[in-house]
Structure formats: C-alpha cells, structure tokens
C-alpha cells in the first residue's frame, strides 16, 4: 500500500482539484435572476453590486475583483487568464466549505507562527517580488500594495486559503491512497501505449512510479471533492444573479 506523499504536494494537489471540481459543477450551478443590491454615492455611480448569494450571505463585484487579484499575486498559477466567473465558483465553493467546518467544529485554526512561515517561503517564491526586494517589510508592503492589497489584508486571505486547505486535507486524507496493483495497472495500460505510439524509449516502472502515485491521488481527490461540493450545493441556496436582469 502506497500513502500521501508530502503535504506539500498534498496543498497543490488539493488546489488544482479544487479548480477541476469547481469547473465541472460550473455546469449544473444554477442560476436565478434577481434585483442588484447597489452601494452608491448621492450622485447615484454605483460602487458595487451583489453578484450571488450562498446561504443569505451575499458575494459583491468588489469580491471577485479581490479574488482575481489574490490569483494574480500567487507564484506558479502560469500567468493564464483567470475568468470572473472561475473567480466566483472558487468564492462559492470556499464559502460553502467554511460553513462545513464551522458546523463540524473542526480544529482548522492557523496559528501566526505557522502563516509567519508560509509568507516567509511565499515572498522569496513570487518572481515579481524580486524587484521590490520583498525580503524587506518596507519591498513586501510596496509589492503587495501595487497588486491592491495591505499586508493586513493578504495576511488574512493567506490565512484562509491555509484553513480551507487543512480542512479539506483533514476530510480526505484518510480516504485516500493508491495501491502498486493501481501503479502498475496505469504504467502498463495508459503511460506504455503513449511512449509506444510516439515511438520512444519508456522509463521503468520504479522511476516514474512516484509521480503516476501523483495523477492517481490527484484524480482520486478531485473526484471526492467534485462530490462533496455537489453535495454541499444541493443542501444549501446558491444563487446567481444574471447582469443583464440587472441592467434592465
């Protein structure tokens, strides 16, 4: 029986399976027109509106231009575009995991101690931040400020993407693992047929048996989570509100 590899790996598997869960459900979200909640000035310029609401609490447009920002600044996201609308699933699905922990009470509490270290490693992994000299508080207060946020402010959206993390490795991890029998299943059946039809030299099983472990784990979780967040959405309200009934 083959376990986890790293919870390092672990963290960026549950990330990516996230976006693939959030991705396949995009399909089945529904969506309901409603009457826009405005902030505005005397003058009537509207500063913000309501673009969903999950479970009475509603989501603003100010929150998916902060989630796209917060995508924006992270290391190793390949630089792809990142649509609003997989910006407001990825607020939907992490709304609805924080009421999950909260119901379960699980011990998802991220100490300083341990976000101080995460932000330490962070600061030193975005490339952008070389030029700021982020190693200085004076360089990380500057680039973060750039990318429209206060340290304050990233300290508390970093804290919560470790929590939402946690309590998703804390739900899953227990229940999943990959067998040698699954390994060499996937060596034989899938990675030996490509190297034939590309007419190229495989590797052996044992050196590439870590990182088929990897795909598995990660197929695995993102069916797992894909379900849970199914789940999740059927036992609560998520709604949508369309733009155009909002400018009609």
Partial sequence: MMHIPAKRWIHGTIAL?????AAQLRAQQPVEPASAVHSA????????????????????????????????????????????????Q???NRSLVFEEA??????????????DKQLATLRNDIPACRQFHCETDAGWQKYLSEN???????RDRWRQRMEVLRFIQMRFQ?????????IREYYEKTMLPEYHRQNATPPKL????????????????????RDWLASLRAQGTVRIIRQDEVDR
């Fill in 17 to 21: 399976s996230m976006a693939a869960a």
């Fill in 41 to 88: 000035t005397q003058q009537g310029t509207v500063l913000d509106r309501v673009v969903a609401v999950v479970n009475g609490t509603p989501i603003l447009e100010s929150d998916l231009d902060e989630e796209q920002r917060f995508e924006r600044i992270q290391p190793y996201t390949g630089g792809g575009d990142f649509p609003r609308e997989k910006a407001l």
């Fill in 90 to 92: 990825r607020i939907i």
């Fill in 102 to 115: 909260r119901r379960q009470q699980e011990a998802i509490e991220v100490s300083d101690e341990e976000l």
């Fill in 148 to 154: 429209g946020f206060t340290v304050a402010e990233f």
């Fill in 174 to 182: 227990s229940g999943v693992h990959i067998t040698d029998d699954q």
């Fill in 206 to 225: 044992e050196a590439v048996s870590q990182r088929i472990e990897e795909v598995l784990l990660q197929q695995q979780v993102t069916n797992l989570l």
